[in-house]
């Protein structure tokens, strides 16, 4: 009679273990884009922009653009702009106005030189 002995099965756990390890590296690499946002705490308060100096350029919701108050084309915006390089230059488009055209009012004011333009926004509840 020969002597059977039975052989256990190895298994070799090795590269489990590698891909657990890559596993865990990427989903704690993925959560960590996820979660890119720092949470910062801003101060209260109400800045409001000196009158005296700002001027206020509005895009209304059919498109057209105002500089304090009064229509102008684009042209005559490139031209105020040009003249009013000193002065802060405050754009107040209607929330329901084309974003398009909001961002061109924006580029028009850059490229005339304007440094300091900023977006009006309602400040408070509605």
């Given at each position: 009679m020969r002597n059977k002995r039975r052989r256990?099965?190895?298994v070799d756990i090795t590269p489990l273990i590698d891909m657990m390890f890559m596993l865990i590296?990427?989903?704690?690499?993925?959560?960590?884009f996820v979660n890119g946002k720092l949470s910062v705490e801003l101060p209260s308060g109400e800045a409001a922009p000196n009158a005296e100096s700002a001027v206020t350029v509005s895009v209304l919701a059919d498109g057209?653009?105002?500089w304090d108050g009064k229509n102008v084309s684009m042209r005559e915006l490139a031209v105020l702009a040009r003249k009013s390089q000193l002065k802060d230059v405050l754009v107040a488009g209607d929330k329901s106005a084309n974003y398009g055209r909001v961002a061109e009012v924006l580029a028009l004011?850059?490229?005339?030189?304007?440094?300091?333009?900023?977006?009006?926004m309602q400040n408070g509840e509605k």
């Open positions: 256990l099965a190895d590296i990427f989903f704690v690499l993925t959560s960590s057209s653009v105002q004011l850059k490229r005339e030189g304007v440094s300091s333009a900023g977006l009006l």
